[in-house]
């Protein structure tokens, strides 16, 4: 057993060496090239002409969250851009790592949770993977707040709702999902949500035209347009009903959900190198490749998107023929 135990910790540690490298290069080449630049311009963008704008939050930029989003953003918008994507960066990962650590086995580095590809990638572009993980993570140990919260992802707000299982939870989430929404119409006025829904549409017609997107999408709905996403959804939502965790819903999300990126998946990318720490040394080596491609999908996912649906399903039907591996407390 302590060998099992050894070969695990040293094969999720090698994958976790040669996983980084490639973010991390990724990252310090833009840098070197670019500075700062990144996704976070828009959010904070958005966040100033929420403040001190005259027109609409999402108008001129590629905002494309519900205007209630901008309650996260705002409070960043004061400070200098390179200020702001620190203080964004670093504390949205120290939440993440917060709502992560029930979930972690005693013997895990703790810092390796902020070092997946996943979360290099969501770190590089500034986005929202950690804030989104950090809310996933409290949802499934049954914080009803957080799945309202989730909203500002919608799909995956209803996604998350698969784990409140008492109408008075429902009751609560819908209530708190509401009040946001009424206060983003007070301050941000009907014109942002209107915006919002045109962006919405826009997205959706634009899934397999954007150049940018099969390069750093990983959701089929990028790869083969909406009616090739239709069987990898109903594929996971199958495979869901066979052991439905944070981290097997985490990875079902890219295939359920109708868009997805790299830099969403510090959820998915811990959780499948948690099934690698602790379940390497008694898988076959189907499985095991599996994994291991499952790891390196955001870096994987810059030989274009139309790998990753089918590596991503192949994890899943290995995840959830795993115990539940470690379900964090209620």
């Given at each position: 057993m302590g060998n099992d135990a050894s070969l695990n910790r040293s094969s999720a540690l090698q994958l976790w060496a040669i996983g980084t490298i490639a973010p991390a290069l990724t990252i310090l080449w833009n840098i070197f090239q670019k500075g700062l630049t990144s996704d976070w311009f828009i959010l904070w963008t958005a966040g100033r002409l929420a403040l001190w704008g005259d027109v609409p939050p999402a108008q001129g930029t590629e905002f494309t969250y519900p205007p209630f989003a901008l309650f996260f953003f705002t409070p960043f918008a004061p400070l200098p851009y390179v200020v702001s994507y620190v203080a964004w960066n670093a504390l949205t990962a120290a939440f993440f790592l917060w709502a992560a650590r029930p979930y972690l086995p005693k013997d895990f580095p703790r810092a390796l949770a902020l070092l997946t590809p996943g979360a290099l990638m969501c770190l590089h572009f500034g986005q929202?993977?950690?804030?989104?993980?950090?809310?996933?993570?409290?949802?499934?140990?049954?914080?009803?707040?957080?799945?309202?919260?989730?909203?500002?992802?919608?799909?995956?707000?209803?996604?998350?709702?698969?784990?409140?299982?008492?109408?008075?939870?429902?009751?609560?989430?819908?209530?708190?999902?509401?009040?946001?929404?009424?206060?983003?119409?007070?301050?941000?006025?009907?014109?942002?949500?209107?915006?919002?829904?045109?962006?919405?549409?826009?997205?959706?017609?634009?899934?397999?035209?954007?150049?940018?997107?099969?390069?750093?999408?990983?959701?089929?709905?990028f790869a083969y347009g909406i009616i090739g996403w239709l069987p990898f959804a109903i594929a996971a939502g199958l495979m869901l009903m066979r052991n439905l965790n944070?981290?097997?819903?985490?990875?079902?999300?890219?295939?359920?959900?109708?868009?997805?990126?790299?830099?969403?998946?510090?959820?998915?990318?811990?959780?499948?190198?948690?099934?690698?720490?602790?379940?390497?040394?008694?898988?076959?080596?189907?499985?095991?490749?599996?994994?291991?491609?499952?790891?390196?999908?955001?870096?994987?996912?810059?030989?274009?998107?139309?790998?990753?649906?089918?590596?991503l399903l192949w994890v899943l039907w290995v995840q959830v023929g795993l115990p539940k591996y470690r379900d964090a407390p209620a």
């Open positions: 929202t993977g950690f804030l989104m993980g950090g809310l996933w993570l409290l949802a499934f140990r049954g914080s009803w707040a957080s799945v309202a919260l989730l909203t500002f992802k919608p799909h995956l707000g209803v996604l998350s709702a698969l784990t409140l299982r008492a109408w008075p939870a429902l009751a609560k989430t819908a209530a708190l999902a509401l009040l946001l929404i009424a206060v983003s119409m007070l301050l941000f006025g009907m014109t942002a949500w209107r915006d919002f829904a045109d962006h919405l549409l826009s997205h959706e017609s634009e899934f397999t035209t954007r150049v940018r997107w099969r390069f750093v999408g990983v959701s089929p709905g944070a981290f097997t819903a985490a990875t079902a999300a890219f295939l359920v959900s109708p868009y997805g990126f790299t830099y969403d998946m510090p959820v998915a990318s811990l959780g499948i190198g948690l099934a690698i720490w602790g379940h390497w040394s008694e898988l076959g080596w189907g499985k095991r490749l599996a994994l291991a491609l499952g790891f390196f999908v955001p870096t994987l996912a810059s030989l274009g998107v139309w790998w990753m649906p089918p590596i």
